[in-house]
């Protein structure tokens, strides 16, 4: 009887044993499996990619619409609602194109371009 009693025991802290290393396994897992998923979203980063899209549509528009350049109006205003009505930015579904920095579009901001020599400088309005 004993002997039985002593088996149970051992069985007891047998399953014991296993469920703590299985639980202490789980919890590790599920530690470095949560990391995965971890968003380092860097909004400044974002941000630059999207002032350089504008920028390279802008330039795009400029070299199609150059007979609007002389010498004496070297600069020309555009927005960037007018670039992407003219199909040289693509927006989002809503029809905007969404600062990553901020609760904004850049919709309603103006693009300075100017001719030079080498080609065009292209400057976009700050937000306000």
Known sequence: MKRLKYLK????????????????????IVNKISYAFVNDYDASFYHTQVMNIIEEGAKKYAQDHQEEFTEEEPIKYVTVQELIDNAYLIPDEEGNIKDPS???????????????????EIEIEKSV
Do not use: C
């Open 9 to 28: 025991d051992k069985k007891i802290m047998t399953l014991a044993i296993i469920l703590l290393v299985f639980t202490i396994g789980y919890f590790i």
């Open 102 to 120: 901020e609760d904004a579009t850049f919709n309603s901001r103006k693009v300075r371009i100017k001719l030079q020599d080498n080609g065009f």
